[in-house]
C-alpha cells in the first residue's frame, strides 16, 4: 500500500530571475511530496555557486533567517527520497563540485542503472568520490571529458551513463535541464517575467505562478544562458543536441502514486486519471456495500472515482494525523502499535456493522493492508472488500522507486487469492494491465509498466547485488 | 474561514500504568489539532513531578530520544496555543510548582474571565508570578487556600475563578480532573488496563486504545488516587463534591470547527454532525452548479454531506499541501503571496469553466474567504457560491478562542450581502441559529452559542482591555 | 588545594551609561573567576527589565550575535557557582520576577544562613518558589513587604535575612547595592563617564575602564536612582540607612584564593598580599632545596614570594593545559586518570633529580595535593617539600563557600604530621593563624577566620542537615 | 608580538591499543595550542575508517557523549589553525577520502609549496577536489599513482610534493608517519602497553602516559601494520624507504613561542630552550631596572631567565584572563577596546612609578606590542624597556607559519630604533641571528631561520599570489 513506496526525487530551477531563490524554495515545497529525506538549494550569488542542504524537510533546511540570506538570480533545488546510496547528508542534492571547468551543481531524478561499473571504472583512474549516491559519477564523468565546453562534457556524460535521469546542471553562467531518451521521470517547463523554470511536476510551476510551457521530451536537453549576474538582458534558451530519443517510458507509477493530484503529466491530470482508475476499477470488481473509502491521501481520488460509478455513499473512513513528525517508538511489545495507531483513527459511528470498500493505489508487500483492514474490522466494519487501482506489484524498480522490499513484493510469490486472505479482506479485486493501458495508454504515448510486466526498457544487467553495494559506494 | 479561528489547548492525562508517559505523548499527537504553539508532559518519577515542556509540535518537543527518559506510572500532557498570555516558554503548559503541601502540577483547556482581577489581588498579598497566563492564578489560590489537602484547596479555588476550564492536575500522589460548572471544553474519562484516561476528546482515547467510560459532567470534580510509586495495587477513582454546576454550555465551535472528525461528544460524532450540518445547509441554499468542494481540512465533512443532499458530485478541487512548516515570507512585494499560495493549489483542469459551491465552517475576518474565491476564479471557476456551515460569528469568545480579532468580524457590521460582495461570490448562504439548534441542540442539552447570538453564559466584566493586558500579565 | 574549592558569585552592575549592557559583559568577563557554572544579565531595555541566562560561561552564554540585541542604559549581571540549591538553570542569576511594585532583578554573592527557616515560612503563607537558590527568599519577603517603596521593602527584608550578601537589584527605576551588617563579600563602587558601576572586585572596575571610587561598606546600603530611559540627565547617588552594621568580617579566603591577582580589596592588592604571605612562609619553613614552584594558577604569587625571600629559583615546574572545557572521562579503570592528567604536565628534564619546594594556597581534602606531589615524583623529583600559605583548614564555611566537603576536610581530623604522611610530601608546612592576622590584618581591620578558626560571627543554626536540603528546596 | 603569529597543526596518532580514540583526545588535548580552528578524529571501526570533525576546540567538537560513542583501535586526530584554504569545516582534518585502494585517512601539518601548482594539474586531468586546502593534493596524488599498494603510492606523492610535511596517514590496515626531507615541523613516535604513538610534540605523548622512543627523522617515513580489528597480535613497526633526506632545516620559531614548554624536541626542552634565550638575551640588553616581566603566557619562560640572570625580581605585571572564548566587539567606537582589555589587565599597584623590563618572544605587526607597553605606562610604569627573544622577523614562512602579514612584517621595513619609537617603547634589543645559533644551533643541528634570514631551504617559486589563491582553492 502507498506507505510501502517511498518517493524518489523533486528538482527544480529558476533562471533569470531577481529572487530566483525564493522562488525555488516555494516550488521545493511545492515538490515536497516527493522526497522528505534531505533538501537542498544551490545558486549564483556574487558570480560563484553555493549550496545549502541538510537533512529533513524544506521547512526544516530553510528556516526563514536562513532563506532571507540567499540571493541570487538563478537558484536550483533539490528534494531526495534515497533509492540508491545512504541516507546521510553527504548524499544530500544539489551536488556542488569546483573542476577545472569551474563550478558545476547537480539535481538528479532517477536511477543510473550502470553507475556502479562506471563507478569501478573511474576510481580505478585515480577518481575519488564523496558521496554514495549514483548521480555523483555524472560530475566525475564531466571533470574528465576532453570537451572544453561543459554542455559537451555533459552531453559526452549522456553517452556513458544508462537509466532514467531528469536532471538540472547549473554553472556560474547557465542552466542545463535533460531527460533521459526514454524519459522515465516527468520534467517540465515553464515561464515566469521572463524568466525560466523547470521542475519536476506543474504544481512546482503553479507554486511561483509560471506559467506551463512544455513537457521536456524524452532524450531532450534544453540550455539556458544567462547574462553575467546584475546585467539587464534576458535569458536565452535552446533546445540541443541530446542522447538519441528512444519510445518514451514514462513511468506508470507517476500517475497511480508518486505525482500530486494537481499536477498534469502531458497534460493530463493525475487526479482525474486517478478517479478515471477509480471508476473502471468499480466496474471491473463490483460489489454490494454500505460505503467506499480511500487509504488518506493518495487514494482518494481513485475511492471517489469508484464511489460515482458504483452509486456507493463516498466516506471517510479513516482520519489521518496531520502533525506526524519523528515519531517514539515504545520499547514496550504492547504498546509497539500506538506510533502507527496515532497517523490514522477509524470512524467508529461510521463504521460500525457497515460493509466498506477500501480503496488503494497498490499492495507491495501486504503488510500496510493487513494493518487497515485490521483497523476497519476492529472499528466494526462487518465486511472489507479491497479494491486496488493498480495491476500487481510483481517486480522491482532499477529507475528510480525504493527497490529495497525487492524479494518481499506480496504478488511476485502469491496469487491474488492467496494476498486476500493474507490480508484478512472478504474480497480483492485489482486493475490488470489492460485497464490501465486503456486508461492511460491512450492519453499518452509510452509508460514504462515494469514492475507490473517485467519488460525493463534499458537493461539493468550491471546491477550490483545487495551486498556489493555498501562495498562499492 | 477556518484558518483564521485558532483552536485552544488540549489536555491529556493516563494515572496508573506503567508507561503512562509514553501513552501520554501518543494521546497528545491525538490532539495537536487543539494547539501547536507549545507541548509539555508533567510525569511521576522517583516520588517527585517533573515536566518537560517547548515550543513547537509534540513532535518538536518529544524527539524520541527524550521520550525514551522520561518514565512514570502518572502522566499529564498540554498542547497549547495561546488565547491570553504572549506566546513563550514560560507559557506552555504544564506548570509545574512547588508549595507547601509539594508539588501542584496543572494543565488547563478554557479562559478565566476573571484571572486579570485575582491576579492583580494576589500580587497585592505577596504573589509572585512566573508567567503571563491565566491559568497560572489557579496555583496561586492553591498556594494559599488554608485547606489541608490540596483537594479541598482546589476546590476553594474553583469558587473563586469564573469562566471556562477543563482541567487536570497532578500531585505526587494522585490526579484530580474538573469541569467548570457549565462545560464549555469537552473532557472524557476513559480506561486502559485498570489505569484511568483523562482526554480533551475522544480521539486521545482511540490513540492509546483506552476504552471510553463517559464525558466528566459540568462542575464535576473526578479524584484519581495512586498507589505509592512502585506498589502494585489498582489506583481508585471517585467523584468529589465541586462547584455547583449550572445549565451546561457547551462550545458549539467544537461540532463547528475545533473537535476532529474521529471524536464523540456526549455521544454524538463529530464528522457525522458536520454531514448533517451541511446537508440542512444545501436545503437552505440550494443552488445550480457542476461541483462542491470544501476548504481542506475542516470543511470536508459538511461539504461532503451537501454534496449528497443536493446530488451534485463532491470533488477535490483544492489541494493542500502537507508539508507546510515555519514558512519564509518574501520580502518582495510581487512575491508576498506564494507563501499563502504553496498551501493551497486549485485544480485547474476540474476547475475551469465550472459552477463551484465552496462549503466552509465559518467566516470570521473574510480575508481567507476573499483569498480562496479569488485562487478559485484565477483557475477558471465561471461560479463561486460560497455556503458556510454555522451562522454569522458575530461576537467574539471569551472563554477559549481566540479573541484577537475582536473589532474584525466581518458578521458584525456588514450585513450578509454586504459579506458576498466582499469576498466576491456569486452567491453566499449562512445556516442560521434556529437550523444549528434544530440539528445540534436536540442531541445534546445545552450549548454556548454567544459567538453567535452575543448571549454570553459567564459574566465577562472584569475582562482587561486590550492595552491592560500587557501590564497586567 | 585550589581544586578543591569553588568560588561562590560574582556580580557586576551599570547604571546610567547608554552602552550599559556591553559594559556588564565585560565586567562579567573579568569575574569570571568567580563562577563558572552559569552567567547572566538582566537589563532595562524599553521601560522594562529583561534577562537573559544560561549554564555555562560568559561567551557560551552571550555569543556576540545576542550580545548585540541587548541594549539599555541600566544593566546587572551575575556569574555563578552554585552554593547551595541545584545546579540548574531556574537557578541560575540574576533572578528577575514581577511583583505588585513592579519588576524586580536580584544578583547575589554571599550565602543565607537562614534561607531555609524563612522559605518555610514564605510558603506556609502561600508564596510559590520557583528556585532552589537560597536567594530566592529576598523578592519574596521584598514581595510581601507592606512598605510603599521598593527600597523600603528592601530594607525589611534585610532585617530578616541572616549571612552574607552582597547584593545588587534592580528596578526600571534604579539600582540598590547592599552588603550584610558584616561585610562577608567585598563589593566596590566605580565610575565612569558619569555613569556609576557596582563590582565585586575591583579587575571588573578595570576591565571597563572605571574608575574606582570605594569599597562599599559593611551594612551599607546604596540607591542609584535613574531618569527615565531616554532622558538626559545624570544618575544620582546616595547612601541610605542599612541594617546595623557590626564588626566587619570580611572572608580572608578572598585574598588566600578567590580574588583575582589585579584586583584590590579595601587598598590592598591581592597579588601583593599573597607575596607576602609566600615570603612569610619561607620564613616559618625554610627548607634547602634546588627550586621553589607554585600550583598555577592560583599559588604562583605566594610562590614567588617564597622564592625570592628563600632566595632559591622560581620555575614552572607544571604546565597547566589553558583550553580544558568538559572532558571526557574514560570509563576505561586504567586511563580515568587521562582525564586529569592533561590539564597539568610536569617539566620531566626540570624536576629530575632536584629538591623541590611546592607551594599550595591550601588543603582541603588532601586529595589534590596527592596528586600532585605524585605527579612531581614521577617526573623525577628527589624530595618534595610542600608548603601551604594559609593556616589548615578545619571547619566548613557557611558563608558562600562550597561545603559539600564537611566531613572531609584533612585537617578536621588530622594532624600536620598525618596529612603530610598523607599526601607523601617529605615535609610540610602550613602558616598558623598568628601569621595570617600579622600579614592581613594589620592592613585590614576585620576578618573572617571561621573556617581556620571555628568562630562563626554569624550564627548557623538554622542551617538545614544535607538531607534535608532537598527536600525543602 | 606572540598575539600575531598563529600556529598551525597539530597531528597525534594511536594504532593497536584498545582505547585508541581515547587517547587519541587526550592527545588532541595536550596539542590545542598547536591549532584552535578546528579539531577532528578518524578511526577504526567495524573494519572501516570513520571521522567525526567540526569547528572549534576539541572540547567544543568532541563532547563527552560524542567521544563515548567512538570506539577503535586506531585513531588519527588533528588540530588546525589554517594557513592556506578558507576557515571552514571542509578545511577541517583528517581528510577522509574513499579510492580504489579503499579509505584513506590524512592528517597535515606543514605547507606544500608546490601544491597550487599540482592541483592545478590534477583538475587538468579530472580531479575533483572537495577542500581549499593544500593537503588535499596528496590523496589525489595517491589515488592517481599506478602503485598497487598504498605505501607506494604515498611515496611516490612524496616525489611530487615540497615544501613541510609532517603527517600521518591511516588506512583499515595501519598507520604511516612521514616527514619531508628537511624535517621542518616535529614529529615523534612512542610507545603505549605495546600500541604505537605518534605526536607533533612530546606533551602529547605525556597526556597518555606513553614513552618517547625517538623523533622522527627528516625524509623518514614510519610504517605501522595492525592485525586484523579485534585480532589479539601486536602492531608491527617499521622505517621504509621516504623521500631522500637532506640536510635538516627544523623551523626555529617551533621553540620561539610555538612548542608547550613541557615538549622536548630533539632531547631539548623547549621551556629550559627559552629560559637560555632570556638569559642571553639579559646579556646583550642590559638594563637598569625594577622588575621584569614577561607577556603570557609564551614569554613568561625567557622572562624568567632575563630576571635570573640580570637579577632583577621576576613580576606578574599583567593578569591574563583565563576565560576568553569568541568575544562581542562592541561597535561603539569608545567601547572598542574592551574586549582585548579583558584580556589582559596590568597591576597596577606593582607597576606604579617602577622601571619595566618587558619581555616577548617576537614582534610581528608591532601593533600588539604598542598595545602592551601602553597598557603598562597607563598602569603608571616609569619607563618600559621592550626585549625580544628572537631576531627580528623579517620574512614570511612558506612552510606552515600564518603569513597573512606578509607585507605588514614590521623588521621588514623599520630599523630596530624605528620599531622601538612605533611601540612606544623607551628601548628596545632583539637578540641577533649568532646569539640563535649559539644557543639553538649547537644543541640541534639543522635550523629554519628564513624568517629571519630569508634563506628558504626549499623553493618557494610556486606559491600563487594573493588574488590568485582564492580562484585556485
Known amino acids: 500500500m502507498s506507505g510501502e513506496i517511498r518517493e524518489e526525487c523533486g528538482v527544480f530551477a529558476v533562471a533569470g530571475h531577481p529572487r530566483a531563490v525564493e522562488l525555488c524554495y516555494y516550488g521545493l515545497y511545492a515538490l515536497q511530496h516527493r522526497g522528505q529525506e534531505s533538501a537542498g538549494i544551490a545558486w549564483r550569488q556574487g558570480g560563484r555557486l553555493r549550496v545549502h542542504k541538510g537533512m529533513g524537510l524544506v521547512s526544516d533546511v530553510f528556516p526563514p533567517e536562513r532563506v532571507v540570506s540567499m540571493n541570487g538570480d538563478m537558484a536550483l533545488g533539490h528534494v531526495r527520497y534515497s533509492t540508491t546510496g545512504e541516507s546521510r547528508i553527504e548524499n544530500a542534492q544539489p551536488l556542488l563540485v569546483k573542476m577545472w571547468r569551474g563550478q558545476f551543481a547537480l539535481a538528479h531524478n532517477g536511477n543510473l542503472t550502470n553507475a556502479a561499473l562506471l563507478r569501478r571504472e573511474l576510481e580505478r583512474e585515480g577518481s575519488i568520490f564523496q558521496t554514495t549516491s549514483d548521480s555523483e559519477v555524472i560530475p566525475h564523468l564531466v571533470a574528465k571529458s576532453g570537451e572544453k565546453e561543459l554542455l559537451g562534457a555533459l552531453q559526452s556524460a549522456f553517452e556513458k551513463v544508462c537509466g532514467a535521469y531528469s536532471l538540472i546542471a547549473l554553472t556560474p553562467h547557465g542552466l542545463i535541464a535533460a531527460k533521459d531518451p526514454r524519459g522515465f521521470r516527468p520534467l517540465c517547463l515553464g515561464e515566469l517575467d521572463g524568466a525560466y523554470v523547470v521542475s519536476s511536476e506543474t504544481c512546482g510551476l503553479d507554486a511561483v505562478g509560471a506559467e506551463f ?261
Open 213 to 473: 510551457i512544455r513537457e521536456i521530451d524524452p532524450g531532450e536537453t534544453v540550455e539556458v544562458l544567462l547574462p553575467r549576474e546584475g546585467e539587464d538582458a534576458r535569458p536565452s534558451i535552446r533546445t540541443v543536441a541530446g542522447p538519441k530519443s528512444e519510445r518514451q517510458a514514462l513511468c506508470v507509477f507517476e500517475f497511480i502514486y508518486f505525482a500530486r493530484p494537481d499536477s498534469d503529466i502531458y497534460g493530463l491530470n493525475v487526479h482525474r486519471a486517478r478517479k478515471r482508475l477509480g471508476r473502471v476499477l468499480a466496474k471491473k470488481g463490483p460489489v454490494e456495500a454500505d460505503l467506499v473509502m480511500g487509504v488518506p491521501d493518495s487514494s482518494l481520488s481513485a475511492a471517489s472515482g469508484f464511489a460515482e460509478e458504483a452509486g456507493i455513499p463516498f466516506e471517510t473512513g479513516l482520519v489521518k494525523n496531520r502533525y506526524i513528525g519523528r515519531t517514539f517508538i515504545s520499547p514496550e511489545q504492547s504498546l509497539r502499535e500506538l506510533a502507527v495507531k496515532i497517523k490514522l483513527n477509524p470512524l467508529r459511528s461510521l463504521l460500525k456493522d457497515k460493509r466498506v470498500v477500501l480503496v488503494d493505489d497498490s499492495i507491495v508487500r501486504g503488510t500496510t493492508s493487513r494493518y487497515i483492514v485490521g483497523l476497519l474490522r476492529s472499528a466494526g466494519a462487518k465486511e472489507v472488500h479491497v479494491r486496488i487501482s493498480s495491476p500487481p506489484y510483481k517486480y522491482p524498480c532499477y529507475y528510480g522507486i525504493d527497490t529495497s522490499s525487492k524479494g518481499e513484493l506480496a504478488a511476485a510469490s502469491q496469487t491474488v487469492e492467496e494476498i486476500r486472505e493474507a490480508i484478512g479482506a472478504d474480497s480483492l479485486v485489482f486493475l490488470d494491465m489492460g485497464d490501465l493501458q486503456d486508461i492511460l495508454g491512450t492519453a499518452i504515448d509510452g509508460f514504462c509498466y515494469s514492475c507490473f510486466a517485467g519488460d525493463y526498457p534499458v537493461p539493468v544487467e550491471g546491477w550490483p547485488k545487495e551486498d556489493e553495494l555498501n562495498d562499492l559506494f
